[in-house]
């Protein structure tokens, strides 16, 4: 009983209620601004909130997270700009989608899936936080390496039925992510001694040229092309679209959770293995993926939302940030006198269940914003290309230079437009090379900690593959998924189910 009028402590406080509603409403829009990331508004709010009582700064914080997280998708479907990387994946069918006219019905979906997806995420916090918190302390060094090279596999399933040309694109990721100091020993790589390279590469810098400027640059071609009107008769997805889709979005979250609960991985990560999973199932979705399939939607949508009750898991229960925006949290949390960890659930059980609270709600201000404000948003389709190619442009540039306040990210944001333009020329996918960036450092670190751990002995790590059986598990995926994807495998399938349908007919 104590537990429940905690967690509904927040709908009987106006100015909570009121904290959590503003601060899921600048999230969307946050979110849906490239550049403006959800890590970088939480940051700046602690020094605003630092004299606030704890619960009106959590609240505002929780809105903020909440919302950002959501918001990415608007731009990833509008204007093929993931507002983060969470909403690459989402890009991949929301484009199409709004391309077709289909906007209003693509950021429907989104809405309730990203709204489904959070639940999920919220559940489970709130009923298995503990068991999930030492499932994902059981993953060791070597399972967090295997667990980005089947992130970087998984490329072969983003990249228009290429393994070659998506297992390149991963790999250039991962060169990409590794320029710069080296974080072990503070040496230079790949900077080949030109000053400017040893702060690294922006990944935003990246993501927002290979997206937004390749997509302008594309445009050009089409400038003449009368824009594309808009359907926004029906927003609200149909109870039989919901229902037909339940399945695979219970999936998806329940991906969502367990990623977000791994330390250092988070939505983004979730998103992409939740479209490729989506894409293995789905047996026979309504449009091809890639072309605006409703599914290339609800995979991504649920699983990064449902991160974000995962992504609480190991900060409430350990002390061990989930992600970037939980990490900053747990500094909220130590400025204003609370020790995040074990202690917490049994010293004030309340701050726990007033957080669930706060996400809950904020999950229903998402379906509210998120249901709302449509129409005026996909205007921004309908504009003449002529007008509408600056607009990405200058929003590609703010983006850019907002992260660090560096006109050299802008520089690396044009120059990697350039780049993904000719990538996208020749059908070398754009998804994996981001997807390799941000895989980079976790892949680093955890392989050197693992060969250190085994005293640099290939053999011993090798043979550490079989020794626990999450390794195992792991092993066994990655060697699955890279023999299913190669040539050989696909026409020795394709052989036999041809040959098995036609002996049935």
């Given amino acids: 009983m104590s537990a429940l009028m905690d967690m509904l402590m927040i709908f009987t406080n106006p100015q909570l209620l009121l904290l959590v509603g503003l601060g899921t409403f600048a999230g969307v829009y946050v979110g849906a601004i490239p550049g403006l990331s959800v890590t970088m508004a939480v940051s700046i709010l ?54 077709r006219g289909e906007a209003g019905t693509a950021i429907g979906v989104t809405t309730v899936m990203s709204f489904f997806g959070g639940f999920i995420g919220i559940g489970v916090l709130a009923l298995a936080a503990p068991f999930v918190s030492k499932f994902a302390l059981t993953f060791q060094p070597r399972d967090y390496m295997l667990l980005a090279v089947l992130g970087i596999l998984l490329v ?35 900077t080949f001694d030109i000053p400017l390279l040893t702060q690294g590469i922006s990944f935003i810098a990246v993501m927002i040229g290979m997206f937004g400027v390749s997509e302008a640059l594309l445009q050009l071609h089409h400038i003449d092309m009368p824009a594309v009107r808009q359907k926004i ?71 990064n939302n449902a991160a974000v009750g995962g992504a609480f898991i190991p900060m409430m229960t350990l002390g061990i940030p989930g992600d970037a925006v939980t990490a900053i949290m747990i500094g909220a949390l130590y400025i204003h006198g609370l020790n995040p960890g074990p202690m917490l659930m049994i010293d004030q059980p309340h701050m726990f269940w007033f957080i669930v609270g706060a996400l809950i709600t904020a999950n229903f201000f998402i379906l509210l914003f998120g249901l709302t404000g449509i129409k005026l948003f996909t205007k921004i389709v309908e504009i003449p290309r002529a007008f509408l190619i600056p607009l990405i442009m200058l ?22 437009g350039v780049f993904g333009y000719f990538m996208r020329h020749y059908g070398y996918p754009l998804g994996p090379v981001i997807l390799g960036v941000i895989l980079s450092r976790l892949l680093d670190d955890n392989w050197r900690r693992a060969i250190i751990s ?44 041809g040959r098995s349908n036609r002996s049935a007919s």
Wanted: glycine share 12%; aromatic share 10%.
């Fill in 233 to 303: 008769d029906r927003i609200v997805p149909s109870f039989s679209t919901i229902k037909k889709h339940l399945p695979l979005s219970v999936q998806t979250s329940s991906i969502g959770v367990i990623i977000g609960a791994l330390p250092g991985t988070g939505g983004d990560i979730a998103a992409l293995m939740a479209y490729d999973h989506a894409k293995r199932v789905t047996k026979n979705p309504e449009r091809e993926f890639g072309d605006g399939a409703i599914e290339g939607l609800v995979a991504p949508e649920t699983a």
């Fill in 395 to 416: 929003l590609s540039i703010v983006g850019a230079y907002a992260v660090n306040n560096s006109i050299t990210d802008v520089y690396w944001m044009l120059g990697f």
């Fill in 46 to 99: 602690i020094s605003f909130t630092f004299s606030w009582d704890v619960l009106p700064a959590i609240s505002l914080m929780i809105g903020i997270y909440m919302g950002g997280v959501y918001g990415g998708s608007r731009t990833a479907i509008l204007l093929n700009i993931p507002g983060a990387p969470s909403a690459i994946a989402t890009a991949m069918d929301g484009y199409p989608m709004a391309k």
């Fill in 156 to 190: 072969g399933s983003l990249s228009s039925g290429s393994l070659i040309k998506g297992t390149f694109a991963g790999a250039l990721g991962i060169g990409i992510g590794a320029v710069g100091m080296d974080p072990l020993t503070f040496t230079e790589r790949f």
């Fill in 454 to 497: 085994e005293r640099e002995d290939l053999g011993r790590f090798f043979g550490g593959l079989f020794s626990s059986p999450l390794s195992t598990v792991l092993f066994v995926a990655v060697v699955l998924i890279f023999v299913s994807q190669t040539p050989l495998w696909t026409k020795g399938k394709a052989l036999i189910f």
